[in-house]
């Protein structure tokens, strides 16, 4: 997102001076008044301000025509973010659209909302007098969390009279980037534990366990991973630290990134304990964009109660003879995303939630378990696994496959998410076959679904990851197994090694142009995943 | 913003309980089904989650409705935030509605239009090879902007072998509240520098040079203030802090916070040097949703070039196989707003921004004069002053206002902002006015003005606010101006003390309710700060 200013119109002009373009120039009032006859000959600004104002007409189909190459988000398999609100929820954000949630004295009928939505979120993550604010989403509430956590153990270090300068934090490997991010810019070290196979691909609580000491300003746990959808044993965590505590003297807390499972866990696992009913617990963020089911713009952060929110992080402003306190990075920012979320809670109800996550989890499980079918493909999530059972070394029988959709079996709790990758027995079949070319066979019939590698000390295993939202109907469930058993059995019948080189997409040379200077490799910042 | 969970629905039950209810009481099912029959009598779900669906008309219906209570935009006259688009604009809005601006892979369209809008940004605040970046809004760019200068001055320091525990960072005490929470939560010492009568109520340079030692960090500089809409001196603040580096040794950059500023110099001012044509200004901030007239959620920021962007803050993700590069503190974010601000700038062109905002600080002038000729008010805003005549002893004559408005005259450079007092006369007169009992009586007339306390030191001094935006238009020039004269005239014929108290909006309960334990307020380590 980091953009250099790069001048390639100044190439289209030595190609507009070339010979044969001459051939294709027009006069200028050839083309429509729609259109702006302006800018279809002379180009749409880029660079520089434009010296004049045109039609608003124009502007619009101009910026509208282009946009229309973005991508069309029904058939991304590769994000958590929500794109599809009702028609009602439509016309309430457009409403408010010019709404600021920073102004509370203009808007009291908003602030009542967000002061509900807290609420909610509170008694959905069952604590008793949580407090809390909305964010832009999951980043900002980890940054804000994770400061927290610092600042607390700022103040008991400093209460017990210690050096308070080597602030350190765990998190398994398979951290979302926000996590590193809260690491690097308020300094405090990151401890990173290697995720494993026999972790389940996310945080290997004993060993996050053995990295604490007292310095730790707390545990970064996340629900769900966001490379296989596991939850991380939020509970056992807990118990570890509780151990440390009882053998140390360490009190270290945690902090649940539930940006995807925020909204998951209530409805799907209400008895799992993972949020506010573990004492450990001290904060929990969540995307309302993900399974909150708004669009992006909206995500929560809560903390157990107020003592978990050092004062001085707190700032008190006064305005217009009104006070208001906040606790966040951005000030002015829209208002409409948040009266999406609540639009949500009205219109669904925990009917509505339940229903729709329990849709995404039967999808799931239907689209893993017939991928396991087609023996083209081994599955690393274990959501359509029965409880306890793991890895895709045990394959489900045709019993227990319809145990699990019938809801007599209790499957693992996880996030409606399917990684998989081509199965050992299809590789050893078929060696020149890379997996990077199914997610470019699948990009032709329209399909993203992501091929990466897992977290480092796993890398060596590359995952497909296909995300179960609400659009992804079971039509489209059957649409996407039928194109990738085709996509297998393509590369399979390839004679030579599929040249995945060709297919892959190439990189957009203007937007490469853009970037920051890729070689000076050496000072590389560093690197992390989206989700 | 924050909330805390307090049950007030147990006061509302208690009531309902009581035996007058009775009388009231009605069946469940005798209201419209327009408005949601279950809701209109069982209450919309405010503490827990409803547990079944309801309609979603009738959801939409009963938010709706309860929105309906919010303020109207265009009579707050108290904020910078813009809060209209054309018809067209919201079209193209509500079709990007569900973008995510982080997803690069999946929305292309959209990245090229980003990258468009940071080169048409760095043109504007002549920069060649600007890097930067689209943020919520000005907090998170003045954060990150803050943040930069502090790891580069680690980075310095380290290679020096010397300590770096003890950052700072200098700024007058006129600092929005953003500012202030960089130095909180980043650790870094803020040095405020208190503001004065001299100093236009804004940074003094002299002082901020002074404070600065070889743990400053960079100085915030602010164009213009958000209590009287000055422009801090941005050229005048790098030259002492090239004659510092000349004897010192210390080389200190300058961030500029042109919150509200940034679409305003370049229009009206632009032979002012405040941006990157000052070598010492190494990044920018500004809000696309204040002057660059795009509703709230975008804001920029930009560095001079690449190399005062420390690598180690930009994180590289490896997404699809592809490659994208981020330096931000929001990361899955609404992009229409952005697109939002692409329009503006291909709509309206350096044409339209000047002719909007030459309005506006026309607006503004005659505003700021017509308060002087009452009588009634000292302005203490210059903005309709010559260019360096100061200070409301100075009172405009009618042909010095003549030559302003026909621009004959240049004004002092400053955003349309018109910040003014009841006047020494006036309260001479009438010692019993208070005057916050004039923004009182303007809300009765629907006007938000707000009336506050400049910042500590001068704090003794309150002033009235008005910010002229594009929705300000001359009608309503004058209608605000007989308003004023009219609750001054009020507040005059009072006969006693006039009882500011009773008219005071009181706070809501219900949102005092959730709001934090009032009794820690007072704790010395608690953050006070404003907002613009």
New interface residues.
């Given amino acids: ?7 390639t119109e100044d190439m289209i002009r030595l190609a507009k001076m070339s010979s044969v373009c001459s051939h294709f120039v027009k006069p200028h009032n050839v083309h429509t008044l729609a259109y702006g006859s302006r ?1 279809a000959t002379e180009d ?14 124009a ?2 189909q ?3 025509d ?6 069309r ?1 029904n058939m ?1 398999l ?2 958590f ?36 939505c ?3 979120i ?3 993550w069952k ?14 509430a980890v ?1 804000l969390g994770g ?1 927290a956590m610092k600042k607390r153990w700022q103040a008991k270090m400093k209460a017990l009279g210690k050096d308070a ?1 080597c602030p350190n934090i765990v998190m398994g490997n398979n951290a979302q ?2 996590l ?2 809260f690491a ?4 405090v070290e990151c401890r990173l534990i290697p995720v494993t196979a026999e972790s389940h691909y996310c945080l290997d609580i004993h060993k996050a366990a053995e990295a604490c000491d007292e310095n730790t300003i707390g545990v970064f746990v996340i629900l769900g991973s966001t490379y296989t959808g596991h939850f991380e044993d939020v509970e056992g965590m807990s118990k570890e630290l509780d151990r440390i505590q009882a053998e140390k003297g360490w009190d270290i807390s945690i902090h649940v990134d539930a940006a995807s499972g925020g909204f998951v866990a209530p409805f799907a696992f209400p008895k799992l304990k993972w949020s506010f009913d573990l004492p450990r617990v001290q904060s929990i963020n969540t ?1 309302g ?1 993900k399974y909150g089911l708004a ?3 909206i995500g929560w952060v809560l903390w157990r109660s ?1 003592e978990y ?1 050092p ?25 409409c ?1 948040m ?1 999406g979320q ?2 949500n ?9 339940t229903s729709i996550v329990q849709n995404d989890l039967d999808n799931a499980r239907v689209l893993s378990i017939a991928l396991e079918e087609s023996t083209y493909f081994d599955v690393l999530s274990d959501v359509h696994r029965t409880k306890g059972v793991f890895g895709y070394g045990k394959k489900s029988g045709l019993d227990s496959i319809k145990g699990t959709i019938a809801g007599v079996m209790d499957s693992n709790p996880a996030l409606p998410v399917v990684a998989f990758k081509l199965s050992d027995q299809f590789k050893t079949e078929n060696p020149h076959v890379k997996q ?1 070319a199914v ?1 470019t066979l699948l990009r032709t019939r329209g399909w ?1 679904v ?3 590698a897992l977290p480092p000390a796993m890398d060596k295993i590359e995952i497909l990851r296909i995300v179960v939202r609400e659009s992804f109907s079971q039509e489209l469930v059957g649409t996407v197994v039928a194109d990738l058993i085709w996509a297998a059995e393509t590369l399979a019948a390839s004679e030579s090694e599929f040249d995945v080189d060709i297919f ?2 190439k ?2 040379p ?2 490469d142009a ?4 890729p070689h ?1 490799d050496h ?8 989700c």
């Avoid at 997102?1 to 001048?7: N, S």
């Fill in positions: 997102m980091l953009h250099k200013h790069v001048d800018y749409i600004p880029k660079y520089k301000l434009p010296e004049k104002s045109a039609g608003a007409q502007t619009y101009l910026i509208h282009e946009l229309e190459l973005d991508g988000p991304n590769a994000s973010v929500h794109t599809w609100m009702e028609p009602e929820a439509d016309k309430l954000i457009m409403e408010n659209i010019g709404k600021n949630l920073s102004d509370q004295d203009e808007y009291p009928a908003t602030m009542r909302i967000h002061a509900r807290i609420s909610i509170g008694d959905m604590a008793k007098g949580a407090i809390g604010t909305s964010t832009v989403g999951s980043s900002e940054l400061l300068s980037v926000a590193e991010k690097r810019y308020f300094d995307s964009h669009y992006a713009g107020e929110l004062k001085e992080l707190v700032f008190t402003l006064t305005y217009l003879g009104a006070e208001e306190q906040t606790f966040t990075l951005n000030f002015s920012r829209p208002a995303f009266i609540y639009f809670f009205v219109r669904l109800g925990k009917q509505g939630y990077a997610s993203i992501p091929n990466y892959v997409r990189r957009d203007v937007a853009h970037k920051l200077d000076e000072n590389r910042g560093p690197v992390g995943r989206q």
